[in-house]
């Protein structure tokens, strides 16, 4: 290996998704250890099929049944989508151990501060269908804890509750956490000069977060660290999309 070792690790890599990767450089793996401390949400686009159900809640797993879906309106599935999300939301405040009849508790939950104290099941914050042309319907999921395959069963799920079946033909995550596409790079833009840019617009906001979420009193200088960003002697972080094929 070269003097120069660049190691790196990224968060909740999937396959079958096109996906915001969050990569951290040198000393900033461990803010990706802080951000998953800080049981921030994730957004996603997931796009379902109705109609079908296959052994993986994949569009292209092993078929298992067929079913029709002439009876599904926007309306019913928008209504299923409320029961979800309250259901989870009902979820999130269990798991926060939080007294809601508090007055820091109750701002907590104005603020979207409310977070889960340990590791918890898949909790949806956020659902909306933002597309319905049957059998193809596209959703857009707010959550936190989640992985490929639960995200799969939940249209899988979803189906189920509209008296029909349903598959996963895509998923996309487009915000992790504070770092949206509009942070990502390029693969066409992986150098070490536009990496380093990157680490340097990124790190006060990531103090910034990072200390509202988990009181670290992280500083930008802690973040930035002169000459050499990457440097494993100072916090550095990154972000690129991935896109990623198969099941």
Not at 153 to 178: P, Y
Not at 207 to 231: F, H, I, N, V, Y
Not at 233 to 239: G, H, K, Q, T, V
């Amino acid at each position: 290996m070269s003097a120069c070792h660049v190691q790196y690790e990224a968060l909740y890599t999937r396959v079958f998704m096109t996906t915001l990767l969050v990569l951290g450089v040198g000393h900033g793996r461990r803010l990706l250890t802080s951000m998953y401390n800080a049981h921030l949400t994730k957004d996603y686009t997931v796009r379902g099929l109705l109609g079908k159900a296959t052994d993986d809640f994949c569009d292209e797993g092993r078929l298992v049944e067929k079913s029709t879906y002439d009876h599904v309106t926007r309306e019913k599935l928008d209504r299923i989508l409320a029961l979800i999300q309250g259901s989870h939301q009902k979820a999130l405040v269990m798991y926060s151990n939080l007294d809601l009849q508090t007055q820091e508790a109750y701002e907590m939950a104005v603020r979207g501060l409310i977070r889960p104290m340990n590791k918890s099941p898949m909790l949806v914050t956020a659902i909306q269908c933002i597309h319905f042309a049957p059998p193809e319907f596209l959703i857009q999921v707010q959550c936190m804890h989640e992985t490929q395959k639960q995200l799969r069963r939940l249209v899988h799920e979803i189906g189920l509750e509209l008296k029909t079946t349903a598959v996963c033909s895509q998923v996309r995550r487009t915000r992790d956490g504070f770092f949206t596409l509009d942070d990502a790079l390029l693969r066409t833009h992986w150098d070490l000069h536009s990496i380093q840019d990157a680490i340097q617009a990124a790190a006060p906001r990531v103090a910034a977060e990072l200390e509202k979420s988990l009181g670290l009193g992280l500083g930008t200088q802690q973040l930035q660290g002169p000459g050499r960003p990457w440097d494993s002697r100072e916090p550095s972080s990154a972000l690129g999309p991935e896109s990623c094929a198969g099941h």
